[in-house]
């Protein structure tokens, strides 16, 4: 009897998934297998929000997978070692995982091939599974990946994703291959760094939030994505990062709803493949600048304190706190918030992008290593964003995207009483009513900060 493992990685789903579909193609047994990576943990991406959003993920497939006749394999630690284990417990012939960027992936894959080989096993490792577009498959006439978002956006477009695979609808575990335990978000409970709103994760909730949202509110994206109090984003990030959802089949289904909301929605995707590709062909950017600007970033006390006021939500500026505060209480943050909170850091404190993206990694229920580390450069200047010197102005900023101060309100309830310009320039209110509020004074002034940073970076 012909046995295959699939190896379930960041594709936390049985619709669309290459690997799987291959493996049950082939006729045999199937052993699907997760390994709860302990350089993962070693490396502190472990954290409580996304173990907690895994957790509901795995109880999921498992779910899924029991209703089809099988079951989910949990094991821990060495992945490599496990993945051998496992494989020859059930005495496979071979293993299916899916391809992935970043220089650990791409370590781990080399690893696992060498140690499968020797065994005698083959291993196949399938492309868009992770990606709409695979990193590589679209490249500029002069380099090995696109280093500017538009010229890859055209051509991305060009592409269609490949036709989207049903879920299995039967396959069977070979006997004697034990699991661990599933892990149980309950367990995690009172744990520091687990947001309250977290939300849930799962195959089947994914794939609940994405018919919901292309039913009605895509159709607004467009016009409505900045709005902050408006939340009218799709929130799919922590779906696609795990892979409970397969960004080709959002695509497909995205075009076939149709319209300009769509479309846009459509494009935010292709930046998911565009920091792939480069984090692909560039693996150092993960913790080195893209493109350096020469920064002296602040250190000593008074730059960490600034960046302390920064992660706890307490700089005195309230769009600022409000993106810190829905971050840690959510464990999720709006775009327009990310980039004005990043901007904050980098720009008007000076403080190196390093530090916000560790922050935002602690965090994120979506935090990713080719996301979160190629946006925080996009923003710091030390990335792909052909104007690398812009600052972003906070109260600007409240005035476009949060013009009746709702999200500030919903976030600051230091300031939920808040009205008028008082709500987004607390400094304005006179000095006995500001001393009432409990909310901080600004840690800095926005024109020193950017008189700062013009210097630093040589522009006066
Ligand atoms: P939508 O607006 O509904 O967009 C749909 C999908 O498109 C998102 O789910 C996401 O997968 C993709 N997408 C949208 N914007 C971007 C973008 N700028 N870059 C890459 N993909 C994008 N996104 C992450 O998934 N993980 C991160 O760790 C992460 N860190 C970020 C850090 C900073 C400093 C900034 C400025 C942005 C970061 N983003 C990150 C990108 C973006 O903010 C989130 O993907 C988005 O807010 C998720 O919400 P949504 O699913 O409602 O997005």
Not at 28 to 50: E, I, K, S, T
Request: aromatic residues 6%.
């Amino acid at each position: 009897m012909h046995v295959s493992v699939v190896l379930f990685t960041a594709d936390l789903r049985l619709h669309d998934h290459p690997p799987l579909r291959a493996a049950c193609d082939g006729g045999g047994r199937v052993v699907p297998l997760f390994v709860r990576d302990r350089a993962v943990d070693a490396a502190g991406f472990a954290v409580p929000n996304r173990l907690a959003f895994l957790a509901d993920c795995l109880r999921d497939l498992d779910a899924g997978l029991r209703a089809r006749g099988g079951r989910l394999v949990v094991r821990s630690g060495d992945v490599v070692e496990e993945v051998c284990r496992v494989a020859a417990e059930a005495d496979a012939d071979e293993v299916h995982m899916a391809a992935d960027v970043s220089a650990y992936a791409r370590a781990r894959e080399g690893r696992l091939r060498r140690a499968l080989e020797g065994a005698g096993r083959r291993l196949h490792v399938h492309e868009t599974v992770t990606t709409v577009v695979p990193p590589g498959a679209v490249t500029p006439a002069a380099s090995d990946h696109f280093a500017v978002f538009t010229p890859y956006l055209r051509q991305w477009s060009r592409l269609s994703p490949r036709p989207v695979l049903a879920a299995p609808r039967a396959l069977r575990v070979p006997d004697g291959v034990r699991s661990g335990p599933l892990p149980d978000r309950a367990a995690l409970a009172g744990s520091a760094g687990l947001s309250p709103g977290l939300a849930r994760g799962g195959e089947a909730e994914g794939r609940r939030r994405l018919a919901a949202w292309l039913r009605g509110p895509v159709a607004r994206y467009e016009d409505r994505h900045d709005d902050l109090a408006g939340d009218a984003t799709s929130r799919l990030s922590p779906h696609l990062h795990f892979g409970t959802l397969s960004p080709g089949e959002v695509v497909h289904r995205a075009r076939r709803a149709g319209g300009p909301g769509a479309e846009s929605f459509v494009r935010q995707l292709a930046w998911r493949d565009f920091h792939r590709q480069l984090l692909a062909a560039r693996p150092a950017v993960s913790t080195a600048d893209y493109r350096t600007r020469h920064d002296r970033w602040r250190t000593g006390p008074g730059a960490e304190a600034d960046a302390a006021a920064w992660r706890a939500g307490r700089t005195g500026f309230p769009l600022v706190d409000a993106g810190l505060r829905q971050l840690r209480h959510e464990g999720w943050m709006h775009n327009r918030a990310r980039l004005l909170t990043a901007s904050f850091l980098t720009k008007t404190l000076y403080v190196d992008w390093r530090v916000g993206a560790r922050h935002f990694l602690s965090l994120l229920v979506d935090g990713d290593v080719a996301n979160n580390q190629l946006n925080w450069q996009w923003v710091a200047g030390t990335g792909t964003d052909s104007r690398p010197h812009r600052v972003l102005n906070p109260v600007v900023q409240a005035r476009r995207y949060d013009p009746d101060g709702a999200y500030v309100r919903r976030w600051v309830p230091e300031l939920a009483g808040a009205s008028g310009r008082a709500v987004h320039e607390p400094w304005t209110l006179p000095d006995r009513e500001r001393a009432g509020l409990g909310y901080p004074a600004p840690v800095i002034g926005l024109a020193e900060g950017l008189a700062r940073f013009r210097e630093a970076r040589g522009l006066t």
